[in-house]
């Protein structure tokens, strides 16, 4: 079988500009109930989607931006699949620990990251989706981000320039066949960071360079020597057999400016979960500069299925 991207959830386009992501727990029922409602969601999901592009792609004759991935974590597959195989990477996410900071791990069975450029279409996809889900889920977390400036991450600097161009994005975000039974999945690492932003504004622009890693405005990277050791461009990174290795990083921003909570929720869709796990033990054994004036929230792992999959789900395929 080969990778096709166009059978794949939309977890390797770009980030939108008004995004919702959503993290849902199971109620305490019965899992053939919980079995039946997400074998009616798989199916239900993807028409919403459909009819809302329709919708959305009306207005000035454009086509809609609306973008959708709907995961399932292991927790949730062994109360609802618990006789069907999983994919190969999918594993309950643990709390990891550094010698000075750790990033937590919190609940969740589902997960939403619903993104297009018009606001009204994604509450209505989250709107609906919920219609078919209260009943059986209590919401843990509900995140609205919104594109900054220029496509700035919220700390004032260019977002992604490390990560693949869109061109070259699929292969590091979809799984391939190295696990038949699920090509053209994905695994999601969700992440909420809240950041100390007196802290990081009162840092001067050429001390917030050292700790990112990269110019300011120019987005130009760094000379190794000019940066701090531990800059958030060095620590971040990951190497397997001597190469470095390519997730697909997409950092909303988030902020409530009366209360004065600001953050970053990170998410990051990769072909193999263990990448994007090996990137976050290296943020935390080289103490990245951002961890300093941030708290982390929550941290949960999906897995994104295939539209094939889905499909599969819907049909009762899945035991």
Not at 8 to 21: H, L, P, R, T
Not at 227 to 243: F, I
Not at 251 to 280: C, E, I, Q
Request: aromatic share 12%.
């Amino acid at each position: 079988m080969d990778m096709n991207p166009a059978k794949a959830q939309d977890v390797w386009k770009d980030i939108g500009q008004s995004v919702q992501f959503t993290v849902l727990k199971f109620k305490d029922l019965e899992a053939a109930d919980l079995k039946e409602m997400i074998e009616d969601f798989a199916d239900r999901s993807q028409a919403i989607i459909r009819s809302l592009r329709i919708r959305d792609g009306q207005q000035d004759g454009q086509a809609s931006t609306l973008k959708v991935a709907f995961g399932i974590s292991n927790h949730a597959w062994d109360i609802v699949f618990p006789n069907t195989k999983k994919p190969k990477e999918l594993t309950t996410y643990e709390t990891l620990t550094g010698p000075k900071y750790e990033m937590p791990a919190t609940e969740g069975d589902l997960f939403f990251h619903i993104r297009a450029n018009n606001q009204a279409v994604v509450v209505e996809c989250q709107t609906q989706f919920m219609k078919f889900l209260r009943d059986y889920t209590e919401v843990l977390d509900s995140t609205q981000g919104f594109r900054y400036f220029e496509g700035r991450a919220i700390i004032g600097f260019i977002d992604g320039t490390e990560a693949p161009a869109e061109a070259d994005a699929a292969p590091y975000a979809i799984i391939g066949d190295e696990d038949p039974d699920y090509i053209n999945g994905s695994y999601a690492f969700a992440q909420k960071w809240v950041h100390d932003m007196d802290f990081w504004n009162k840092m001067k622009t050429e001390h917030q360079e050292k700790a990112v890693g990269r110019e300011k405005f120019t987005d130009l990277e760094l000379e190794d020597e000019d940066k701090y050791e531990n800059a958030h461009n060095v620590a971040s990174q990951y190497d397997e057999n001597g190469e470095e290795q390519k997730i697909i990083r997409m950092n909303v921003p988030f902020s409530d400016p009366a209360t004065g909570k600001t953050g970053t929720y990170f998410m990051g869709y990769s072909r193999y979960w263990h990448v994007t796990k090996g990137m976050l033990i290296n943020m935390l054994d080289q103490s990245d500069f951002l961890l300093t004036f941030s708290d982390i929230l929550t941290g949960q792992l999906f897995f994104i299925p295939s539209r094939d999959t889905l499909a599969a789900i819907a049909d009762g395929e899945f035991n």
